[in-house]
């Protein structure tokens, strides 16, 4: 959000370099993605024995994903500054709001996938099969989209 607001977006958008460099990277990263997922040999390990963790320490993790995600950043950078007049009065004020709004909008789908994941959990960790093909679609998937970046127009 910060970025966004200093202006990082707009040199996205006017630098072809820049644009290029944060692509590229963006396919390498997916297609790097891809191959770990094949590289794995088996089915992916989960272990039944939760160990319990402190609210702080989910809160912690919880930020720390959501801040490094490179989609986050992209967006706040690309997407939510069209929505902000260009004669906006409080700029920042504005951006908090409608970052506010993303971040509630967030957390009630996430809180649905989480109810959602739970609820099949152990029918899908229990499955070797179930897990290598999911193991191969997370492949394929990181595959396409690197593929469809990378032959993406600005």
């Given at each position: 959000m910060c970025a966004?607001?200093?202006?990082?977006?707009?040199?996205?958008?006017?630098?072809?370099?820049?644009?290029?460099?944060?692509?590229?990277?963006?396919?390498?990263?997916?297609?790097?993605?891809?191959?770990?997922?094949?590289?794995?040999?088996?089915?992916?390990?989960?272990?039944?024995?939760?160990?319990?963790?402190?609210s702080g320490r989910v809160v912690v993790t919880g930020f720390l994903i959501n801040i490094l995600n490179p989609k986050l950043s992209i967006f706040f950078l690309a997407f939510l500054p069209q929505f902000i007049a260009a004669d906006e009065a409080h700029v920042l004020a504005r951006m908090l709001e409608l970052s506010g709004a993303f971040m509630a909008m967030t957390f009630a789908v996430f809180v649905v996938y989480g109810l959602c994941a739970a609820s099949v959990r152990e029918r899908v960790i229990s499955r070797p099969h179930v897990m290598a093909w999911l193991r191969r679609s997370f492949a394929a998937g990181f595959a396409a989209l690197g593929a469809k970046l990378a032959f993406a127009e600005r």
């Open positions: 966004a607001m200093l202006g990082l977006a707009a040199v996205l958008h006017t630098s072809a370099l820049a644009f290029a460099a944060l692509k590229w990277g963006g396919v390498a990263y997916l297609l790097y993605m891809s191959w770990q997922a094949l590289r794995e040999s088996g089915a992916l390990s989960v272990e039944g024995k939760i160990s319990e963790r402190s």
